[in-house]
């Protein structure tokens, strides 16, 4: 099982998410009906102490073994310092103003590349969204440090680039209707199959 | 009686029967509701926003300067004005009632509700008045930033957050000054035995001593469990203190230079390792002292509730060892999405140590479930549902923010609303503040001498709507998060606007909820009595002489 984009990432989320909600709440529910109850209910299950927290100490150090299994931005994230990506795209941002590397970045399918950004002023945020609304990925943008992430975009789409951490009210228009530091359709991936992948 | 009587005088309320620590203790708890009612109102004020150019708000809440310094004082106001206030005050009085000594000092009570008042009012004013906004995180050098924010804000604001500091001061030294007088059941113990106890280490030397098949180190610990907790938070409540005054000092001299006409220079301060100390420090409050006071108030509750010994006494004391110490190493999961970080504490810290959380939390609601399922049956009392609520609150925000505090997933998730809403909110207004409702309705007669309730039907109502309107906010709110809206962005085009009126809708449960609430306190002790709360206490008395016992006999079936 592996997931190739945020979208896949998070409806797996909100499905594994939503089910352990049901889950929590109607335990909690039966508990409190069957704590006023004359009649004492039998236990449904026994789960001893000991495997109740194997049960929670696998769930925590678990989790992110599935993911660093499962969705491949982790290790590439972590080892991001000893690759050699295809292309390297240098930001600036200074004033809530970017200063881009070109005009419009097109990136083929699978490529590995590399978004480097110096704030030179406060901290921002650098994220790419989809048309839809939905984020592709974002990072942390800090004045005074490295600020640079590996991706690798394995579908297709048009993304809209803009700083995703607040940097004070002159972000937008006076009326709020516009995020100035939103530049539309910024970065488009080609080349990809319909489903994902080369 | 008529409505109009009622109105005025309460139900059987006589503020003139209280005594000062029962006068303290409801001054700080009125102040409490009434910021509630203010950040409900605020919160609503930024849904109503996010909805898009349907809402029916003046336009000026759609300004980013105006909507940000909502945003700015939010928080503030929740944080500090209401839960730090309500919780302060609950503690200021269950441990002269646990430890059955009085409490250090009234004045110095009064001291505490006063400050913070008065700091969450200013730290409000600089918001409302001059728009000054860098939000409660005060991200490096944004607070200092003199070009976006006028001055005169910036400085009421951090004098507004250090009155409040000050004040979180005297409640500690007020708490810690009580635990360890020796007076009363403490006459005999040594400063040793007290900290012993209050650290838990009687409880793990218990633990290791039955694991050897030796006699336990104490068979009666000095502390109770609740006071143990009440220690142990503190803890972190007085290096939070310490870390947010001291950001707060660093700004007020960058702005003090600013005024006098010599600005100094911003990037002198590292904003990654800023970021790192400050988050460090306010990372106490969501990581630490409240999830350490909350077990705590599990604890106490579920043995008030049932009138039975905590089940598995020596292991809570023992986790809640573990809990302050986890507090200390977890801050870097809030630093997931910063690429300058390490990545060896990214793992360790954001990672690996936050993970530690799903098992004190689970640990401490396990052993509260535990002790309820012992003493059934039970009656299903108004304490009781809102200690159930409160389980449920915690049970689904704490696995909520362990799924964000991994590097794979908050690499999509991170500033989105998803934290925010699904884990801050629903940890706040559904597991707190059901369990402080849960603390107060245990406490309601102890602290008002047996004040009726005017209607248990509105106290059914409050729970209700509150109970959905809080799990269904933050739901929306984090469906929306997983949709890629982000927390800390202006949205005023109807971008998410299904979910943002869904969220409206149980927001508006919450709100309402609320004024339901403060309706029947008020019809329970008159407007007479309200204002009573606030003039001298005849009685000096600063203890109070019922036994916990007699709580139990309550909620017996």
Redesign the interface.
Known sequence: MTFTN?VE??AF??VA?TI??VI??SV?AW??Y?????N?AKSVVRIP?YT??AF??A???G??IF??N??P??SE??TRHEAIPDATYHFEIAKHQWKLPQDKITIQCGEQVMFDVVSH???Y?F?L??QD????????V????????LWTFLHNGVFDLTS??????????????T?LMRVKKYIEIVGCKEGGGK | MSFAENLMNGTNFDHKSLNALQKVTLRAVVMSFLFYGLVAIEGMIMRMVSIGPANPLP?MF????H??SIMTAHPIVGIFGSTYQLVFAAFMFLVPFLTKKPLYSVKLANFVWLMITIGTGLAWIAAFVW?Y???YTL????PA?T???ALVGGIVFILGVACIMIGTFGFIYNIYATIFARVGVHKDKTTKELLISGFGIDGMLNLWNKLRGKQPYSKEPALALPVVAIFRGTVDTFLDAVVILGAGVLVLVYLLFDLGGAPLNV?TV???LY?NFFWWGLDLVADGLVLIYVAGSWYLLATLITGQKLF?ENVARAALMLELLVSWMVWSHH?L????QP?MMK?ISG??VT??E??TQ??AL?IT?VT??KA?????TME??YL?GG??GF??AI??A??QA????N??????QWIIM?HVHIALIVGLYMTLYSALYVLWPIVTNNTKMWSSKLSNVHFWLYLIGG?GMG?FGG?AG?????R???Y??G??NTYMILAAICGSMVLIAWAIFLFNIIMSVGIKGLIGIFLPAEDPTASYGIEPETIAENNK?
């Not at chain 1, 607040?166 to 006076?174: M, R």
């Not at chain 2, 991994?406 to 997933?409: I, N």
């Open positions: 945020s990432l998070l989320h909100n998410y352990y909600a929590i709440i909690i508990f409190g069957n704590l006023t109850r004359e004492k102490f109740y927290i929670l100490v769930g925590g150090v989790h992110h993911t660093y499962t969705i931005w982790v994230d972590i002023d406060l901290m945020g994220g969204f989809r609304g939905t984020m592709v990925m974002q990072m942390q800090n004045p005074g440090s490295r600020n640079d992430l995703t951490e607040y940097s004070g009210p002159a972000q937008y228009s006076h009326d709020g209707k995020d | 336009e759609s300004h980013p300067a909507y940000f728009q906004a860098p939000l991200y490096w050098p944004l930033d070009e976006q924010f990037a590292d904003a990654l970021k598995m630093l999405g910063d690429q300058g990545e793992l990672e690996m993970a530690f799903l098992l689970g640990l396990f479930l309820l399922w059934r049956p039970l009656k299903m009781l549902k159930l389980l449920v049970g689904l696995p909520a362990i799924i991994d590097m794979g997933m690499r999509v998730l991170h500033n989105t699904a799990i739901a469906m997983l949709d890629g809206m982000l800390r962005h202006l005023i085009n971008e998410f079936a």
